[in-house]
């Protein structure tokens, strides 16, 4: 255990360069190998509705932290421990609401790219920033972060 694991997790903001790495890269292979996905209407509306819960989800998290006066950026201290609103449900709702984000694009305009760096994403986000969080988190907040994370799921699912 270094000494910035218990000042800050990470010392760069994964989740975010990755979420907008996966976009460009989604983008960009979009246009010179397309992925297609079927651009029935129903499947263009399911693609929709994911990406607005992703979305939702997202902003819940958000203003939850903001309630809770604690930190958002991933590369940051936490400040608190946040355990109710979306946060009830998943310990990281906002990487899980951005994987949605991109799934429901990549659905809604057709382009596969976008749900298979929706996927690669979440496993780089959970190798190079959750782990990284979670040792945080179970520095600074001890037995707290040890019953939370006992009954809430890392993502969604156990």
Do not use: C
């Given at each position: ?20 790495l ?65 946060f009830?449900?998943s ?45 945080h ?13 006992s009954?809430?799921?890392r993502?969604?699912?156990?």
């Amino acid at each position: 255990m270094t000494v910035s694991e218990t000042s800050r997790p990470n010392r760069l903001p994964w989740p975010p360069m990755l979420l907008t790495l996966a976009a460009l890269a989604s983008i960009g292979l979009g246009v010179v190998a397309p992925l297609t996905v079927p651009r029935a209407q129903a499947v263009v509306l399911i693609g929709y509705a994911i990406a607005g819960l992703g979305l939702a989800v997202d902003l819940w998290a958000i203003l939850t932290m903001r309630r809770a006066r604690t930190n958002i950026l991933p590369h940051r201290a936490a400040d608190r421990l946040v355990t109710w609103g979306p946060f009830r449900f998943s310990r990281n709702p906002i990487y899980l609401a951005n994987a949605w984000l991109l799934i429901g694009i990549g659905t809604a305009f057709g382009n596969g790219w976008f749900i298979v760096f929706a996927l690669l994403s979440a496993v780089a986000v959970d190798r190079l920033a959750i782990r990284r969080e979670e040792r945080h988190l179970a520095i600074k907040f001890g037995n707290d972060w040890i019953e939370y994370s006992s009954k809430t799921p890392r993502w969604l699912i156990r």
